[in-house]
């Protein structure tokens, strides 16, 4: 018999991609699921799927117990497995609603207090206590933790907790592993991809980019996104229309096409938790500069795949993009450290699907 596990995120994305449909089909074969997020629920292809509005923050958590009590109650699950802190105290409550005993596994990602501070507004900011409080108490309480990297299961155990397991999120690289990496183009380019909010310090990389555009005549940014912070973009395209290229959006094919066009990838967030476009860049033989912060460090290695600096050091990712657009064997080197490095992070959706049953199989009891 398939364990039965309802997934709780905070939105899914439909029709799905090609890339997701590979994961779900297989972890079709391994569970008999149902889906919970916040979405269109036309086109799914999920066994069931909650056509949640998409509120903002607070009304949103607001709603989501009874909406996860009452596919408790329909559904029966062996486990509730959450993404994120916030969604497994949503769970916790639903279950406590529901009166029933389904374990709930916490999908851990990324920072849990990253969310109200460098997320949308600033006024998130007014919750940081009550939700660094809930996100904290609900990882107390889970019957079960699941984190992607070193840097989650560090902040799992800075509150006293030991992961149940540890395993990357699943992510398709087929689109940028069919072919071998390109060598680099002739002219300079830095590619950013990501949305375009606080945590990614967009605003940070514009500013270096200023500084570092003149250092290097030759060179371009690309900035692929879109979010809060389109008009932080929007005036560095005005500023420096020559050396600065913005694409509100790509499809996996296309970022792969925009990283064999590109000399590095640079990604300066202020939090980060598996930075899946990192490995993008290294199935494409393409160094990072990166910030070292959250889950980055575990995959860049200063000097090897790519460089690190402080995320708040505006003139340290300045100098390091002009160090990496100016040095071409440095650039094809940490190129190659790059690819060499991408088979320690790729999964197949197979494996992401046995790796799931088994935790689940684990928490509930079942095994």
Known sequence: MKPRVLFVSRRVN?????????????????LDFRMLAAGNADGAEFPLFADAPVLAGPAYYAALPARIAVELRRFRPHAVVAQGAHETAAALTARRLARLETSVIADVHGDYRAPTRLYGSRLRGLLNGVADRTAERALRHADGIRTVTAYTTGLVREL????????????????????????????????????????KNVDGLAEAWRRAAPLKPSARLRLVGTGALTGAVERLVDELPEQTLWTPRLSQREVSAALDESTVLVLPSRSEGMGRVVVEAFCRGR???????????DLVEEGVNGLLVDPADVEGLSDALVRVLSDRPL??????GAHASAGDWTMAPEEFARRIRALVERVAGLS
């Open 331 to 336: 650039a094809e080197r940490l190129g190659r």
């Open 14 to 30: 439909t029709p799905l991609s090609e890339s997701e449909r590979r994961k779900w089909d297989a972890v079709r074969e391994e």
């Open 287 to 297: 160094a990072v500069v990166g910030s070292r912060v959250g889950g980055i460090p």
């Open 160 to 199: 006293g907790l030991e992961p149940t397991d540890e395993f990357p999120a699943y992510m398709d690289f087929e689109s940028f592993l069919q072919a071998p990496p390109l060598p680099l183009p002739e002219r300079p380019q830095a590619l950013f991809v990501g949305v375009l909010e606080r945590y």
